[in-house]
C-alpha cells in the first residue's frame, strides 16, 4: 500500500469536501492516484446519498422571487434534515440554484439538477430533497405576491389574485401561510369528500342525540364551522381582522383569489 502523505490527503479533503479519513482510505485504495480517488469517493457518496434518500428532511429553506410588477413569481422549497445544514453556504447556494432553474425554465427545472443534488448530499452527509417547485405568471390582470415566514424560512406561500394590490396579496400569503386551507371556495371542495363529511356528522353521537327533525340543520352548522370553516380559505376568519372572514376581506377590495401554493418544511 502506498504512504500517503498528509499535504496529498490535505488537497484531497479540500477538492472534494470529504472527510479525512474518507479521503485517506480513498488515496491508499487508489494508490496516490488524486483524480482516482476523487471518482471513487463520488460513487461512494453516491451509494450514500442512495441509503439517505428515505429519510426525513424536516429542515431546510423556503425561497421565492417576484418579478418588480408582480406578474411573475417563483417559489421553491428545498428540505434538508438538520438547521446547521439548511444554513451552510453550498446548502443555500444549491437552493438559490434551484430557484432560478424554475423561474427561467419552470417547474420541471428542478430535476434537471439531481446530478448536483446528489452530490451535494454526499458531500453534506444529508439526505436533500426539492420539496416543492411552483411558478405563477398573471392572467387576466392578475398579480403574484408571496411570503415566507420568518426567520427559519421553513414556510411559504405563493399566491395569485385579481383585484386589490401587492399589500393585500402580501396579507393573503401570510394568511394562508399561518391558516393552512385546501382550497379557495366551497365549489373547489370534491363532492366526494364534502358527501364524506356530511355523513361523519350526521352519524355522530353529538347529532344523532338531538330530534330527527333538527338534526339537518345542526349538520349544516357544523359543516360551516368545522368543516368549511377550517379548510376553505374564503370560510376562514381572516388573520388580520378576526371580526370578518377571508371572503369579506377579498369583496371589501373587490378582489378575488385565482390559485395558490404553500410550502411548508415540517
Same mark, same amino acid.
Given at each position: 500500500?502506498?504512504?500517503?502523505?498528509a499535504a496529498?490527503?490535505?488537497?484531497?479533503?479540500?477538492? !472534494?469536501?470529504?472527510?479525512?479519513?474518507?479521503?485517506?482510505?480513498?488515496?491508499?485504495?487508489?494508490n496516490g492516484?488524486?483524480?482516482?480517488?476523487?471518482?471513487?469517493?463520488?460513487?461512494?457518496?453516491?451509494?450514500?446519498?442512495?441509503?439517505?434518500?428515505?429519510?426525513?428532511?424536516?429542515?431546510?429553506?423556503?425561497?421565492?422571487?417576484?418579478?418588480?410588477?408582480? $406578474?411573475?413569481?417563483?417559489?421553491?422549497?428545498?428540505?434538508?434534515? !438538520?438547521?446547521?445544514?439548511?444554513?451552510?453556504?453550498?446548502?443555500?447556494?444549491?437552493? $438559490?440554484?434551484?430557484?432560478?432553474?424554475?423561474?427561467?425554465?419552470?417547474?420541471?427545472?428542478?430535476?434537471?439538477?439531481?446530478?448536483?443534488?446528489?452530490?451535494?448530499?454526499?458531500?453534506?452527509?444529508?439526505?436533500? %430533497?426539492?420539496?416543492?417547485?411552483?411558478?405563477?405568471?398573471? %392572467?387576466?390582470?392578475?398579480?403574484?405576491?408571496?411570503?415566507?415566514?420568518?426567520?427559519?424560512? $421553513?414556510?411559504? %406561500?405563493?399566491?395569485?389574485?385579481?383585484?386589490?394590490?401587492?399589500?393585500?396579496?402580501?396579507?393573503?400569503?401570510?394568511?394562508?401561510?399561518?391558516?393552512?386551507?385546501?382550497?379557495?371556495?366551497?365549489?373547489?371542495?370534491?363532492?366526494?369528500?364534502? !358527501?364524506?363529511?356530511?355523513?361523519?356528522?350526521?352519524?355522530?353521537?353529538?347529532?344523532?342525540?338531538?330530534?330527527?327533525?333538527?338534526?339537518?340543520?345542526?349538520?349544516?352548522?357544523?359543516?360551516?364551522?368545522?368543516?368549511?370553516?377550517?379548510?376553505?380559505?374564503t370560510d376562514?376568519?381572516?388573520?388580520?381582522?378576526?371580526? $370578518? !372572514?377571508?371572503?369579506?376581506?377579498?369583496?371589501?377590495?373587490?378582489?378575488?383569489?385565482?390559485?395558490?401554493?404553500?410550502?411548508?418544511?415540517?
Amino acid at each position: 500500500m502506498a504512504e500517503i502523505s498528509a499535504a496529498l490527503v490535505k488537497e484531497l479533503r479540500e477538492r !472534494t469536501g470529504a472527510g479525512m479519513m474518507d479521503c485517506k482510505r480513498a488515496l491508499q485504495e487508489t494508490n496516490g492516484d488524486m483524480e482516482a480517488a476523487i471518482v471513487l469517493l463520488r460513487e461512494k457518496g453516491m451509494a450514500q446519498a442512495a441509503k439517505r434518500a428515505g429519510r426525513e428532511t424536516t429542515e431546510g429553506l423556503v425561497g421565492y422571487r417576484l418579478a418588480d410588477d408582480n $406578474k411573475k413569481g417563483t417559489m421553491v422549497a428545498v428540505g434538508c434534515e !438538520t438547521e446547521p445544514v439548511s444554513k451552510n453556504d453550498e446548502f443555500q447556494a444549491f437552493a $438559490k440554484k434551484v430557484l432560478e432553474a424554475v423561474e427561467a425554465k419552470g417547474i420541471d427545472a428542478a430535476s434537471e439538477l439531481d446530478a448536483e443534488r446528489t452530490e451535494l448530499s454526499a458531500k453534506l452527509g444529508e439526505n436533500i %430533497v426539492v420539496a416543492g417547485a411552483a411558478r405563477f405568471e398573471a %392572467v387576466n390582470g392578475g398579480l403574484v405576491a408571496a411570503y415566507a415566514h420568518p426567520p427559519a424560512n $421553513k414556510l411559504g %406561500v405563493l399566491v395569485q389574485l385579481r383585484g386589490g394590490d401587492a399589500d393585500l396579496g402580501r396579507k393573503l400569503a401570510m394568511h394562508i401561510a399561518a391558516s393552512s386551507p385546501r382550497w379557495i371556495g366551497r365549489d373547489d371542495v370534491p363532492a366526494e369528500e364534502l !358527501t364524506a363529511e356530511r355523513e361523519i356528522y350526521a352519524n355522530s353521537d353529538e347529532v344523532q342525540s338531538k330530534p330527527e327533525q333538527a338534526r339537518e340543520k345542526i349538520v349544516d352548522g357544523m359543516l360551516n364551522k368545522r368543516f368549511f370553516g377550517a379548510n376553505v380559505l374564503t370560510d376562514q376568519e381572516w388573520i388580520h381582522d378576526s371580526s $370578518k !372572514t377571508v371572503g369579506q376581506a377579498l369583496q371589501e377590495s373587490g378582489a378575488e383569489v385565482l390559485e395558490f401554493q404553500r410550502f411548508a418544511l415540517a
